[in-house]
């Protein structure tokens, strides 16, 4: 079945530096794959997306690229702030229900 | 626009107890969702709708209920609460479930405990 690993956290850098979260998946077919972010205290709100192999969504300084070839949408930022700290989930969904197949979630922590 | 609201907040019952979640969209989106969130484990669906009238189970359904009579509202009805049901629940709606690139829009969640 369809499925979503990312990189256990939690990730604690230095504000300015440079970010990655992994995420690989497995899935039939031709998902469309999702970052969401949950601030503390809040709802999932979406970071990015992208719907088909090669494309690179990008939002507030993050992008991710969709690699059909590892099955990777590995999450980047140059340069990071304090107010980036948060819940970052990939996700993925394919066919034709809406369903989403989540990640576990990697904390991100931007110290000053 | 309110977006997408759930009501409580926050809800403590004791094991036995029933409650119903409440969820509302008003931007008349058609797929609507629930998750549940637990520590490690992502977030994982429990059933959801593809319009009024239609409702099916996702991952974990187990002890719960849905109906959707309207477009606006999906709530979710714990008939007899259970300490595993302790967690975080988060409602989510989408335009057009047909399209599997479409966003969806979470609520703020409501948090459950359950003694």
């Known amino acids: 079945g369809n499925s979503v690993t990312q990189m256990e956290g939690p990730v604690t850098l230095s504000e300015e530096a440079f970010l990655t979260i992994n995420c690989t998946y497995t899935a039939t077919g031709y998902p469309s794959l999702f970052w969401y972010v949950q601030y503390p205290g809040e709802g999932l709100q979406l970071l990015l997306k992208?719907?088909?192999?090669?494309d690179k969504g990008s939002n507030k300084g993050f992008e991710a690229t969709y690699r059909k070839e590892t099955t990777s949408f590995h999450l980047e930022k140059g340069s990071v702030q304090v107010s980036d700290s948060a819940v970052y989930f990939c996700a993925l969904s394919a066919g034709n229900t809406g369903k989403l197949i989540f990640g576990q979630g990697t904390t991100l922590q931007v110290k000053p | 626009n309110a977006g997408v609201t759930q009501t409580p907040k926050f809800q403590v019952l004791k094991t036995g107890q029933s409650m119903t979640l409440q969820c509302a969209q008003d931007m008349n989106h058609e797929y609507m969702s629930w998750y549940r969130q637990d520590p490690g484990m992502g977030l994982r669906l429990i059933h959801y709708?593809?319009?009024?009238?239609?409702?099916d189970q996702g991952e974990v359904p187990n002890g719960y209920n849905v109906s959707r009579s309207t477009t606006e509202d999906f709530p979710l009805r714990l008939l007899s609460a259970a300490p595993s049901q302790t967690s975080v629940y988060f409602c989510?709606?989408?335009?057009?479930?047909?399209?599997?690139?479409?966003?969806?829009?979470f609520g703020p969640g409501t948090r459950l405990l359950v003694l």
């Open positions: 992208a719907t088909k192999a090669d």
């Open positions: 709708s593809v319009g009024a009238g239609i409702t």
């Open positions: 989510a709606s989408s335009q057009d479930v047909a399209r599997s690139r479409e966003t969806q829009y």
